[in-house]
């Protein structure tokens, strides 16, 4: 079955700190992945998104995110983050050739002290 | 070019009522997808639809029901609405390279 793991349910850190956030998928056949950052009362915005190519993927607001097909892993990164960067962020999965689902990992909580 | 668009934003219902949620997108996309967001657990898949005419069951589909008479419409019905069912409520669709999601409808049954 296919599915999505989001290892890290709650990180704290501080402003400036270098940010990483683990994201495994288990899906049969060609697989397009994403990273969705949801801030406290809004809806889901894209951040970053894999289909092909160049498996490092550079988003908005200075994430990026390196899709490792043999780790089965798409990790969000950030250099240096910042206290507005406080929000929910999610990993999903989606495959035309898998039922068409998009599979939500159950997200990770990031919380940045001023 | 609106893209996905909810209503209502916000719902109280008793316990037993019934109602519906509105999707439309206007992108002309053939997927479309009623997720359920609980603090903790993520997203879950309510239902799906890959195209007019075809809907089917995702993770959690007790007590709803969808359907799909059109490619711009995908309206999420609860017929006897339940406490567990209090969340909030995310209609997205998605073609080739992007999911696009709705503002969301935020749920309580009491």
């Known amino acids: 079955a296919q599915s999505v793991s989001q290892h890290n349910h709650h990180v704290i850190l501080s402003e400036a700190a270098s940010l990483e956030l683990g994201c495994n998928y288990s899906?049969?056949?060609?697989?397009?992945l994403f990273w969705y950052v949801q801030y406290p009362g809004q809806h889901l915005q894209l951040l970053l998104k894999?289909?092909?190519?160049?498996?490092l993927v550079k988003g908005i607001k200075g994430f990026e995110a390196e899709f490792i097909k043999s780790k089965f892993s798409f990790n969000l990164r950030k250099p240096s983050v910042q206290w507005s960067d406080t929000a929910e962020y999610f990993c999903?999965?989606?495959?035309?050739?898998?039922?068409?689902?998009?599979?939500f990992g159950s997200g990770t909580r990031l919380s940045i002290r001023p | 070019n609106a893209g996905v668009t909810q209503t209502p934003k916000f719902r109280i219902l008793k316990i037993g009522q019934s109602m519906t949620l509105q999707c439309t997108q206007d992108?002309?996309?053939?997927?479309m997808y009623w997720y359920r967001q609980d603090p903790g657990m993520g997203l879950k898949l309510i239902y799906y639809?890959?195209?007019?005419?075809?809907?089917d069951k995702g993770e959690v589909p007790n007590g709803y029901n969808v359907s799909r008479s059109t490619t711009e419409d995908f309206p999420l019905r609860l017929e006897l609405a339940a406490p567990s069912q209090t969340s909030v409520y995310f209609c997205?669709?998605?073609?080739?390279?992007?999911?696009?999601f709705g503002q969301g409808t935020r749920l309580t049954v009491v």
């Open positions: 999903a999965a989606f495959s035309y050739s898998s039922a068409s689902k998009i599979i």
């Open positions: 899906y049969g056949g060609t697989v397009n």
């Open positions: 894999y289909f092909s190519g160049d498996p």
């Open positions: 992108m002309n996309h053939n997927y």
């Open positions: 639809s890959v195209g007019a005419g075809i809907t």
């Open positions: 997205a669709s998605i073609l080739a390279d992007e999911a696009f």
